[in-house]
Antibody, heavy 119, light 107 residues
Framework: EVQLVESGGDLVQPGGSLRLSCATS????????FTWVRQAPGKGLEWVSV???????YYADTVKGRFTISRDNTKNTLYLQMNSLRAEDTAVYYC?????????????WGQGTMVTVSA | DIQMTQSPSSLSASVGDRVTITCRAS??????LHWYQQKPGKAPKLLIY???SLQSGVPSRFSGSGSGTHFTLTISSLQPEDLASYYC?????????FGQGTKLEIK
């Protein structure tokens, strides 16, 4: 069964850092495209970042320069390193697989991990 | 960035009703438009991809149409389990923006 499981969410102070993980099973991170999507409490979905199979990465303007998406092919795990965290980064963070091509839909989602940025 | 605008933001309908949700893109996105359903407390689930293709396992009462800048999601006969929020997303260019969502309530 294909599965994505996020972890690493926590309560962190403004200006702090956190690394989220997304462990995959049944699919190889090296040959797939993966996205991070977040959802602030009571709000809609916000696209955060993508990593392509070739290693190219892209970010939303709201996180550019602060967040870094990466992967470990040997561990089949996706990461999101979040630095200089702000209150507005408080959200549930989901990892999702982009199906087939860079233009594909998000067909497999994890259950999400909560990040709270507060003093 | 491409802006995605959904309407309505919320909707209340009765079981058996035909429901239509609209998504407009700020520029042409061909058919790179996908629809997701999110039930309370759950992760989103893919319903429709590339504007009109039904994801495996999704009931046939869901359908999508459109191309360019105007897209619709239709539920032909609303069921109680369709209580959820619905989001469109474009994958034509990064950032792959989402619409603001439509919250569907059952009367």
């Amino acid at each position: 069964e294909v599965q994505l499981v996020e972890s690493g969410g926590d309560l962190v102070q403004p200006g702090g850092s956190l690394r989220l993980s997304c462990a995959t099973s049944g699919i190889a991170v090296s040959i797939n495209y993966f996205t991070w999507v977040r959802q602030a409490p009571g709000k809609g979905l916000e696209w955060v970042s993508v990593i392509y199979s070739g290693g190219s990465t892209y970010y939303a303007d709201t996180v550019k320069g602060r967040f870094t998406i990466s992967r470990d092919n040997t561990k089949n795990t996706l990461y999101l390193q979040m630095n200089s965290l702000r209150a507005e980064d408080t959200a549930v963070y989901y990892c999702a697989r982009v199906e087939g091509t860079p233009y594909g839909p998000l067909d497999i989602w994890g259950q999400g991990t909560m990040v709270t940025v507060s003093a | 960035d491409i802006q995605m605008t959904q309407s309505p933001s919320s909707l209340s309908a009765s079981v058996g009703d035909r429901v239509t949700i609209t998504c407009r893109a700020s520029q042409s996105i061909s058919n790179y438009l996908h629809w997701y359903q999110q039930k309370p407390g759950k992760a989103p689930k893919l319903l429709i991809y590339t504007a009109s293709s039904l994801q495996s396992g999704v009931p046939s009462r869901f359908s999508g149409s459109g191309s360019g800048t105007h897209f619709t999601l239709t539920i032909s006969s609303l069921q109680p389990e369709d209580l959820a929020s619905y989001y469109c997303q474009q994958s034509y260019s990064t950032p792959n923006t989402f619409g603001q969502g439509t919250k569907l309530e059952i009367k």
